[in-house]
């Protein structure tokens, strides 16, 4: 089973920042949060990782909290085309592991 | 870079009747991995390779669902026979060991009818 709790679904407009949460109370001190979405009809792709620093890369942000229990993925200026489920992963890194991908949440962007 | 290639797109057959699916990693790539997504689910992992050799296949069912990866490289899913239940988009994935990143190909969409 996942190990991650995200809300189903979240609405945003056009131009405006997305801020997706996940609760990952359980995870463990050699545990990466991960970040994919999929947009309609595609396989997932990866968004962003970290292990407790925050991190930004040139498709999002992802903040996570100082005791590693949740974390924010921030889309600064969400498009039509990031309409997707976004889903919240918690692996530990470098083992190869497979993902467990939960329901995710559903984003959906409007003009 | 070209990204992870699958084959055929999409997929219609009767039940009872056998399909294959062909996956293409990106080159370099030593894990590959094949995932079933249901209507409305999140992907849920089959079986992993790591080069020619099987990592996880616990979650495959062994008794109608096969796949090889020979030579390392591109890799192979056989369902025989098919059921209905077994209607989902087939994801093939391959991993970026320095990263430790997932790279999704666009997936086979099976109707089994």
């Known amino acids: 089973d996942a190990k991650t709790t995200q809300p189903p679904s979240m609405d945003c407009a056009e131009g405006r920042a997305a801020n997706l949460p996940c609760n990952h109370s359980?995870?463990?001190?050699?545990?990466?949060v991960y970040w994919y979405r999929q947009i309609h009809s595609q396989g997932p792709q990866y968004i962003i990782h970290g292990l407790k620093n925050n991190e930004t890369n040139e498709m999002a942000s992802l903040i996570i909290t100082e005791d590693r229990k949740s974390s924010t993925l921030i889309l600064p200026h969400a498009t039509l085309r990031d309409t997707a489920v976004y889903y919240c992963?918690?692996?530990?890194?470098?083992?190869?592991?497979?993902?467990?991908f939960g329901k995710g949440t559903t984003l959906s962007v409007s003009s | 870079e070209a990204g992870v290639a699958q084959s055929p797109r999409y997929k219609i057959i009767e039940k009872r009747q056998s399909v294959a699916f062909w996956c293409n990693p990106i080159?370099?790539?030593?894990?590959l991995y094949w995932y079933q997504q249901i209507l409305g689910q999140g992907p849920k992992l089959l079986i992993q390779?790591?080069?020619?050799?099987?990592?996880?296949d616990s979650q495959l069912p062994k008794d109608r669902f096969s796949a090889e990866r020979l030579k390392g490289v591109d890799s192979t899913l056989k369902i025989q026979p098919a059921k209905l239940e077994d209607s989902a988009v087939y994801l093939c994935a391959s991993r970026e060991t320095h990263t430790d990143t997932q790279y999704f190909g666009p997936g086979t969409r099976l109707t089994v009818l």
């Open positions: 992963i918690v692996i530990v890194t470098q083992a190869g592991t497979a993902l467990i």
């Open positions: 390779f790591q080069n020619n050799g099987v990592v996880d």
């Open positions: 080159s370099g790539h030593a894990t």
């Open positions: 359980t995870i463990s001190g050699n545990e990466y």
